[in-house]
């Protein structure tokens, strides 16, 4: 019987900004949600990823919204849970930001506008093709 191999190659069109804080997620997303002028709101159903010893789940909170005036979406992911990075490679990061429709410059913008919350510490763009679990960003 013969094998085959499907090769599927996924489009990643949205941005991903690295989120240093202290702050807990609910309190991130208030101050996100202000500064943005956002309505992010705490996913029912988190992420879950499933460990390497294929034992255990761990779950991964998210915040969604979209911007009515731009039709950008947002998912604010918690990057951190129980010892576990939702993306390992990213380990600067305490919660990730993915933005679908901006443009360059509005992505921009909106790192800037982040920027200016004082309890975040540093943001950072990712570059979504040198990450390897880059398929687990596609929910």
């Given at each position: ?54 034992a255990s789940l ?72 040198e990450l390897k ?7």
């Open positions: 019987m013969a094998k085959f191999d499907l090769d599927i190659e996924y489009d990643y069109d949205f941005h991903l900004l690295g989120i240093a804080s202290h702050l807990p997620d609910y309190r991130l997303c208030w101050a996100i949600n202000n500064q943005l002028e956002l309505q992010l709101a705490k996913s029912d159903s988190p992420l879950k990823i499933l460990q390497k010893d294929k761990v779950s991964f909170d998210v915040f969604c919204g979209v911007n009515e005036e731009t039709q950008e979406e947002y998912n604010l992911i918690d990057n951190l849970n129980e010892g576990v990075r939702f993306i390992p490679e990213v380990k600067n990061a305490d919660y990730i930001l993915q933005v679908k429709g901006a443009t360059e410059l509005g992505f921009k913008n909106i790192q800037q506008q982040i920027n200016r919350i004082e309890q975040v510490l540093t943001t950072f763009v990712i570059n979504v093709s679990s880059k398929e687990k960003l596609l929910f």
